[in-house]
Structures are given as C-alpha cells and as structure tokens.
C-alpha cells in the first residue's frame, strides 16, 4: 500500500493479506510480552505498595494461625493527602484552562481569541467531557502511590480525557519517554458486547473471540483479593483483554518504519490498524520523516533514581518503613495477645482432668486437689508486656515516615500551637510545602502538555463554529481560534503555588503595596482576590466596563463623610464663639464709653479744658475702636481671619480710664 491511501485508510487491517496481518499480531503479543518482562520487578513491587495503600486484609499463621497482621495506614494517609491539597489546586477551579498572549496586540483581537479559546476548552473540561473531573481525581490518587500516572486524550464525538493506571499502559522499563520509545500497549478490557458492536460497525475486523485462559498478573490478583472476588478465569461474561500497542511498522514496503496503533487480543488476532500520521516530511522520491500523533500524557511524582521509565512514589519510598512500622505494631499487639491470655504447664499434683478447662464469669470449679497443690503444679509462663522500646521505636519510624511525605501536623491542619507566631507557623508551613510544591510543578507541566494535546485535537476536528451555552449565555468558538501554537495553552493555576493560603497571603502583600503606590490596577486586583476566593457570578457582583473599569461608581466614603460633618460642626462652633465674644466685646465697650462721658460731664462742670479735650479725644478712640472690632468679627465669621480680635486698644483705654 502506498503512503496516502495508508493515510486515508479508516482500518488499514481490512486491506492487509492474511498472513501479513497474523505475523503484525504475533510480532506485537511477543513484543506485549517483552515489556511486561521487563517491568516484573517493578509490578511485585507496586503490586506489595497497593497492598498497603488499600489496606488489603490478609490472614496471617505466624507465629500462630490468625496472628495479628494490622496494616498502618502511613501510606495511606501520605496519599489522601496528597491528593487533598493538589487537586483543589488544579482540577477544581472554574476555568482551568487559559492561554496567554504572545507579541503586540493594538487592536485587541489576540487577547479576544485567547478568552474565547480559554473560556471553551474550560467549557469542554467541565461540562462536555463529563468525567474529566473524576478521571482526574483519580489521577491524584494514583500518582502518590505509583509515582506515575497517565491521561489519554482523543476524540470520541467530543475531545475527552481519561485516567490510564499505570499498570495498564504497558512500556518497557528501559524507554526514556513515550514520544521516544518504539512501542507501548495500552491494556483495554472490554466486554464481549461491546467488541461485537465494533464488528457489526465494521470497525473491528469479525474474529472470532477468545476468552482470557492466562494467569493473571500481580496487579490483577491483588485487585481481585481486594474486591473479594473469586471469578474462574475462563467465565465468558468477565471482560477480555483488548491491546491498544503504538508501534511503528513498514507497511508501505519502502524501508522506512511508520507510526501505527495495532488493536489485536490474547490469541494475536489484529481486529484494527490505523495510521498516526501527524506530519510527513518528503521529496520528490521518498519519506524524509513522519511525526508521530501522541495521546498519552504522562504524570510524574518524583523521577526515577535509576533512569527507569516508571518513576518513584510514595509506594517506593514509604512501603520500607511501612512494612516496618507494620511488624512493629504486629509485634505490640502479639505480646499484649500472649500477655492477656496467659498460659503454661500443669503437674499431675494438680489432680485436675485432661483437656481444655474454660470458665464463665463468676464460676468456680470444683478439683480434687487442695489450693496449695494447685498452687505447685500450676507454672505460667513469663509473658512479658508489650515492649516501651519496641513502641518507642515505632513512633520513631512514623515520624520519619511523615517526614518523608511531608504529613506533618501543620500539613494536616493542626495549630502548633497558642504562643506560637504568625510568621513563623507561615514560615514552617512554606518549608514544609516545599516537597509537595516541587511535586506540584511536575504535575503542572504534565497538564499543560495534556492540554496542548486537547487543542491539537480541536485544531483536527472542531467545526468552523461552533456554539455552546455557558451560565445561560450562548458563546461562540471558531476553528480558526485553534490554528495558533499549542505551546500557548497552559493550566490557569500557578506553578508556583500549591495552597489557598499562599495565594491569599501574596494577594494581600500586592494590596497592601497597592494602596502604598500609585499605579496599580485595583479593579484587576480585586478581580483576582475573588478569583482565589472561588466566588460565583463574579461579573454579577463586581462588573467591568470595556476598559477593564468598574461599571458601578463607588458612593461616598464614609471616613470622607464623617470627616465632613466634623467640619462643618467645628464651623458652626466657631461662628457661635465669634457672636459671643463680639455681645462681650461691645459691652465692654460701652461700659468704657458710658465712664469716659461720665468723667467728660466731671471735667466740664469743673471747667477743666484740657481735661474736657483729652476725654473727647478719648470718647473719640473708643467708638472708632468699637466700630474696627465689630469689622474684625464679621471678616472672622466669613473665613477670611485666622487670628482672634485684638484687646490692645481696650487696653490703653482702660489705662487711661484708670
């Protein structure tokens, strides 16, 4: 076949010879069956991690049938709480996806198609693709445990997500990274039902089906010990074994290898092929390269010390001293066990029958033997008490193992304590974080590239419009909104915050910089603190304008208000102060005028001259100094006097009256 009509091929099986598509079936189960060798050991030993993570009950015989084999849940708690703080962080937010905007935007129309692209792949996440929440939050359960994890986006009618468990995305252990590798399989259980939909659709090619007859593996017992179950291997209704392998392959006999995804079952039957052609490069003659299409994203907890491809999780870091931790407390309770029920050795003196000898609360039985006899024949032996050393040892590995996954007290919500202060609990509590924060940022870019792989599948299939509704608002998308770069899509989360306090507390340190310097856009601050604070209908309550301004005017301050009042009172105060002072003033004043006409009359009787000018002249003063204070106060009472009126004048009067 030749290269396009591989390309255009719906299953490229169905145009393949017999004995063609049987060896691609063989060649992909021998190559399925490499893998899983390869990655053995690590599937023991995250099969014993999720022993202890789902607290799986197994009997125990040792050191007696049914002994104690409690299981302490150090993994177990590390992981729900991993979980609980990551994905409110990422996955619960009101619009998880944005996309920046690159370059010189005059006009406005990048950063317009960037909301519109923003505001529908958010729309997509959360409420097209139904079970993109759930699939995630399984994602943040399994990620601790395994230390990776996988999401597979693709389009089915609509673009979804959903979580691939590690154990079922099977790649060799040695492969540096899925865009690399030459192969990996996806395991698919599928109920016979829904196969034989696919072949009266001719999607799948009408094999015959097989029922799955091998042993199952140790991830697949340890689920069914959990679940109880007790199935036969060979029960027609139990799902079977589907492969999803991505492999390349040269089909087109030309010596160069092409990406492919072969679906084949346990017998080796291929029922699909199709092509995986992203980009092909070539001349004139033949293929240059063809780029791969890629729908795994991967998850990683912490990358592998080793340089395997399956990373490190708490499963591998915790399940030591979890194993340890276990036979300690085991240990603790066989002592108590042994101490509480006592036991050891009857003599003959004892005169007391053969057998097991019980007794009821309260009883006593009747021997034929004397106390002291009894007393004699009687050993017990010397159980001890359940060991402080050994508990003390016991405390001292859960507190490492806390250590380890940063389950501290503060880290699960408990004070440190009354005397304690604020900046430094703060300052411990950002220490603390700083494991789960570079763990945080893993997950990030795992998301982005997830969603990047979301956009590219809108680049392929989104109509040239589209329409959806939001909070009863009908929007609209457009294909040419998705012919950007997907390198500008992101997670709207901040990579470098993993809590709702250290957003908070920066938000409040920006405000209060905001309201020291001038400069700051307080409607865009305001906007993002209620963003943090994960506030509905955010428009509603504190709208914009077209230029980003708030389309409701703020009333008057009440402090500009008060300050006001206060004024205008203090005006009022003056004014009253001013009237008195001038009913005083021009009193006095007329006391002095009515004693200065009393000594004129004086001196005129006498017929005292130069007495009689010197009063008159003084008469005079006082009644142009009368007329020049009740001016002062009136300049007073209109503002424009700061000073209060001068008593100088009065003064001299009343020394020369004197």
């Given amino acids: 076949m030749d290269i396009q009509a591989l390309y255009n091929s719906k299953n490229i099986a169905k145009d393949l010879k017999e004995d063609v598509l049987t060896g691609i079936g063989h060649k992909c189960l021998q190559d399925l069956h490499q893998d899983l060798i390869s990655r053995q050991p690590w599937e023991v030993k995250m099969s014993e991690a999720m022993k202890i993570a789902i607290q799986l ?13 409690v299981k302490f849940p150090l993994l177990s708690i590390a992981c729900i709480q991993f979980s609980s703080r990551v994905f409110p962080q990422l996955f619960a937010t009101p619009r998880p ?29 959360l409420e097209q693709d139904e079970d993109w929440v759930g699939e995630h939050d399984k994602l943040c359960i399994t990620l601790p445990i395994m230390g990776s994890s996988f999401v597979k986006s693709f389009y089915d009618g609509v673009v979804k997500s959903t979580h691939v468990h590690a154990k079922d995305l099977v790649v060799n252990y040695y492969a540096t990274s899925l865009e690399t590798c030459s192969r990996y399989t996806h395991i698919i259980p599928m109920y016979r039902n829904e196969i034989i939909e696919k072949q009266r659709r001719k999607i799948y090619l009408d094999h015959n089906l097989q029922v799955n007859k091998r042993e199952k593996r140790e991830f697949q017992q340890t689920s069914d010990d959990f679940q109880g179950l007790t199935e036969p291997l060979d029960d027609e209704d139990a799902p079977i074994d589907f492969y999803e392998q991505y492999c390349w392959l040269d089909l087109d006999d ?7 995804t072969v679906i084949f079952d346990d017998a080796g039957q291929v029922f699909r092929i199709l092509n995986r052609f992203a980009e092909i490069e070539q001349d004139d003659t033949q293929i240059l390269k063809i780029t791969a299409k890629h729908y ?35 240990q603790l309770i066989d002592a108590g066990t042994l101490s509480n029920r006592q036991g050891g050795f009857v003599g003959r003196g004892a005169r007391i029958k053969g057998g097991s000898l019980k007794f009821k ?7 034929d033997a004397t106390g002291d006899d009894i007393k004699k024949n009687i050993f017990q032996m010397p159980f001890k008490e359940p060991s402080h050393t050994l508990f003390s040892l016991l405390q001292y590995l859960v507190e490492y193992g806390e250590r380890l996954s940063s389950v501290s007290d503060m880290m699960v919500g408990k004070t440190p304590g009354q005397n304690t202060p604020a ?21 990030y870019r795992s998301l982005k590239k997830e969603y990047q792989k979301r956009y590219m599948l809108n680049q392929e299939y989104l109509d040239p419009q589209e ?11 457009f294909a040419n909104d998705y012919m950007g770069d997907p390198t500008d899509i992101r997670p709207s989360a901040d990579p470098n915050m993993s809590s709702d306090v250290q957003r908070l507390t920066r938000l409040e340190a920006i405000t209060q910089r905001a309201m020291q310097t001038p400069g700051y856009n307080m409607a865009a601050l305001e906007r993002r603190f209620l963003e943090q604070l994960n506030v509905e209908g955010i428009d509603e309550i504190f709208p914009l304008d077209k230029n980003g301004q708030p389309a409701i005017q703020p009333g008057p301050d009440p402090k500009i208000e008060i300050e006001s ?14 009237q008195i002072k001038s009913i005083l003033a021009d009193s006095d004043m007329a006391t002095k005028e009515t004693q200065a006409i009393l000594n004129l009359a004086k001196a005129e009787s006498l017929g005292n001259r130069d007495e009689i000018e010197g009063y008159k002249a003084l008469l005079a003063q006082l009644v142009a100094h009368r007329e020049g204070m009740r001016d002062d106060i009136e300049q007073r009472r209109s503002g424009a006097m700061e000073n209060g009126p001068s008593d100088k004048g009065g003064n001299e009067v009343s020394e020369t009256l004197q």
């Fill in 296 to 330: 795994f994203t991967k998850y990683t907890f912490i990358p592998s010390p080793d340089g395997g491809f399956y990373d490190m999780g708490f499963g591998s870091l915790i399940t030591p001293i979890n194993e340890t931790v276990n036979t300690l407390l085991n």
């Fill in 361 to 367: 609360m309260g009883e006593f039985l009747r021997v």
């Fill in 254 to 260: 030309d010596g160069y290898k092409e990406p492919y």
């Fill in 467 to 477: 329409y959806y509704i939001i909070e009863d608002n009908q929007k609209a998308i």
């Fill in 97 to 125: 996806v944005k996309m920046r905007v690159v370059g010189d935007d005059p006009k406005s129309e990048k950063h317009n198609r960037a909301a519109r692209v923003s505001e529908h792949m958010s729309y997509q996440c």
């Fill in 57 to 69: 009950a197994e009997k125990k015989n040792t050191p007696w049938p049914n002994a104690s084999n």
């Fill in 423 to 443: 900046t430094t609990s703060m300052a411990a509590l950002e220490e603390g974080m700083k494991v789960i924060t570079a763990i945080y940022q893993r997950i």
């Fill in 565 to 578: 009042h206060k004024f205008q009172a203090d005006q009022l105060y003056r004014k009253q102060e001013l």
